[in-house]
C-alpha cells in the first residue's frame, strides 16, 4: 500500500491509501493425466508416473502370480486319500501345493482373504462377494490353493440350506434360466471361484471343486449337481458344465444356478 497526501479545504492535507493490485501468476493446463487399464490386473494407472508405475507393478504381480500367503495361515486339509494331486505342474515343473480353509479367526488372514477375492472381483468383474464365510462358517467357507507361497486358487461358497432360496436350472449356451424347474438336493452355493492368471490350466478350478464336495460338511461328500453357481462368467460356464453339466435331451447342457444371498 502506497499513501500519498491531497489536500483537503485547501488548508488541512490528509493522507488517503492507495491499493495496488497483487499479481498472480497463471498456470495454463491443458490436459488430465491420461490414465490406462491394464488389460490383465484391471489396474488404472498413470503410465508415465513413477508412483503409479510402482502400484501398478506391486498389484500387478498380486494378480498374475497370487497374493503372498504366510506359511502358517489356514486350516491345511488333509487330501491325501483323494484324488486331489498336491503338485502343480507349471513350466514343465511340479511345484508343491496345499489346501487350506480360511481361519476366521484369525483377522489379519481373513483380511488377506478379502484382499485375494478383491482381486478376483476385480478381475472376473464382479460385484462384492457374500461376506457370511466372514462371521459364520456353517454359512459359508473360502478354500484356497496355495503355492510358493501365494494365494493361486480361491472358492468362496455359500450354504443353501434356506428354504427360501430355490435353484433353478440353466442353460449355459443361452445364457439363460429355464423358467419353472427347479433343482432339488442342492446344499452348496460357489458364490467365486478364480485362479491366477500365472497358474490356469493346470486343473486348480477343479480341484479346488473337489475340496469343496469334502470338506464342505463334516463326515457328508457331496455330488456335484449338490453345488449350484452364482452368475457364472464364460469362463465360469465352461468350468461348471465340465464339473456338473447335465445333457438336456435337446442337446443343450445345463447346470444348477442360485441367485446370491445379499452381503
Known amino acids: 500500500m502506497v499513501l500519498t497526501s491531497v489536500r483537503a479545504n485547501k488548508s488541512k492535507s490528509v493522507t488517503k491509501p492507495v491499493h495496488t493490485v497483487k499479481k498472480v501468476q497463471s498456470h495454463l493446463r491443458t490436459s488430465l493425466p491420461q490414465q490406462e487399464i491394464c488389460p490383465v490386473c484391471k489396474m488404472a494407472y498413470v503410465p508415465y508416473l513413477a508412483q503409479d508405475i510402482k502400484l ?89 490353493c496355495i503355492a510358493e507361497n501365494r494365494a493361486i486358487g480361491v472358492v468362496v461358497t455359500e450354504s443353501l440350506n434356506d428354504p427360501k432360496v430355490k435353484p433353478h436350472w440353466f442353460i449355459v449356451e443361452k445364457g439363460r434360466v429355464v423358467e419353472n424347474q427347479t433343482v432339488k438336493d442342492v446344499l452348496v452355493g460357489i458364490s467365486r471361484i478364480y485362479v491366477s492368471p500365472e497358474w490356469r490350466r493346470s486343473g486348480i478350478a477343479l480341484q479346488l471343486l473337489k475340496v469343496v464336495c469334502h470338506f464342505s460338511f463334516f463326515g457328508i461328500t457331496l455330488k456335484p449337481l449338490q453345488i449350484a453357481w452364482s452368475q457364472p462368467s464364460e469362463y465360469g ?23 446370491e444371498h445379499s452381503p
Not at 464365510?133 to 484356497?144: E, I, T
Not at 458344465?241 to 441367485?259: C, D, E, Q, T
Open 56 to 144: 501398478h507393478d506391486a498389484y500387478h504381480q498380486k494378480v498374475q502370480l497370487g497374493r503372498p500367503w504366510t506359511e502358517s495361515w489356514g486350516n491345511v486339509l488333509d487330501v491325501s486319500t483323494l484324488a486331489i494331486p498336491q503338485k502343480i505342474q507349471r513350466n514343465s515343473t511340479l511345484i508343491p501345493c496345499k489346501y487350506v480353509e480360511v481361519n476366521i479367526d484369525n483377522k489379519v488372514e481373513v483380511n488377506a482373504a478379502q484382499q485375494v477375492i478383491g482381486i478376483a472381483n476385480k478381475c472376473l468383474n464382479a460385484p462384492p462377494e457374500c461376506n457370511y464365510w466372514m462371521s459364520d462358517k456353517s454359512r459359508g467357507k473360502v478354500f484356497l
Open 237 to 259: 460356464g465352461k468350468l461348471a458344465s465340465k464339473f456338473s453339466g447335465v445333457k438336456h435331451k435337446s442337446g443343450k447342457i445345463l447346470i444348477p444356478v442360485y441367485n
